[in-house]
């Protein structure tokens, strides 16, 4: 089934993970009739701060959607932490129309304990990443703004950490972190989402 989708999609990976993350999102959003866009982040482990990852998101748009055009978000785990601070901090106003957010940290995980590095601290609770973001919520108010979330989440703990005010919630249950993006159940959940 084809749908009237205006926008482009670009999809932002998580930790560890690449393009490749949406091997089943992809065909199923373009079968659907949006333009999707992806990229690899890089580096990929958390060795970068979500700010400097956001930059390459700035870089990927400014070489491939045009000035004019509105375009959604759509981000996994880090991914979707990548994509917020895009919005909130250095995307232009009013240039994003939706962020949708699968498993995402949105107030800190605890697992962000288990590497030191930059981007794993900046997802802890409380980090001054965290903070910054919390000062600059208001842009949130701008877009169409939904985080899908998993109460069986082991990897954003706790798994409530992805239920944000400004978001539209919607929860659905998985087995893991890692099948959220194989889900049928979630690729229709982020196809309800860009369509709201």
Known sequence: MRVQAS????????????????????????????PVHDLDLVPNNGAAGLEELAGQVDSYVNANIAAEQRFDLVGFSMGGMVARYYVQRVAPLDRVERLVTVSSPHRGTWTGFLRNNKGARQMRPGSNFLKDLDEYRERLKRVRFTSIWNPLDLMIVPATSSV?????????HVAAHPLMMRSRRVMRLVEEALLA
């Open 7 to 34: 926008n482009p999609v670009l999809l932002i990976h998580g930790i560890d993970d690449t393009a490749v993350l949406f091997r089943r999102l992809r065909p199923f959003l373009t079968a659907r009739g949006w």
């Open 164 to 172: 944000i005010a400004e978001a539209r919630s919607v929860r659905v």
